[in-house]
């Protein structure tokens, strides 16, 4: 079992940023890639950023303004997001699962934390 707890969400006026973390119970690098995915109102959870020891992949509605990275312990993930838009409200969770190369659908992740609020004003 792999507990996972976000933290860093808030609110934030359109053009900002914030960084969020995931601190994982494991040392996710030797065996998990990791992902970022994000929930707003009414929409489906949706993919991201992900990670793995060597590589990153993002959504294409989110690259060139959010970074993904590894902290100094190896349980912990950051998603840097800068030049935050409205649209990039939701609710933001990080997730794990065995894999080589962090996949972009939320069906094929095995543990998810309990989210943290994002919330971008106009």
């Known amino acids: 079992q792999v507990q996972l707890v976000e933290s860093g969400g808030g609110l934030v006026q359109a053009g900002g940023s914030l960084r969020l973390s995931c601190a994982a119970s494991?040392?996710?690098?030797?065996?998990?890639?990791m992902g970022w995915f994000r929930q707003a109102p009414g929409k489906e959870r949706e993919f991201v950023a992900g990670?793995?020891?060597?590589?990153?992949n993002y959504a294409h509605s989110v690259k060139d303004r959010f970074t993904i990275s590894r902290g100094n312990t190896k349980n912990t993930v950051y998603l840097q997001m800068s030049s935050l838009k409205p649209e990039d409200s939701a609710v933001y969770y990080c997730?794990?699962?065995?894999?080589?190369?962090?996949?972009?659908?939320?069906?094929?992740?095995?543990?998810w934390g309990q989210g943290t609020q994002v919330t971008v004003s106009s």
């Open positions: 997730a794990v699962v065995r894999r080589k190369v962090p996949p972009m659908t939320r069906d094929e992740y095995d543990y």
């Open positions: 494991v040392n996710i690098f030797e065996t998990y890639s």
């Open positions: 990670i793995t020891t060597d590589l990153t």
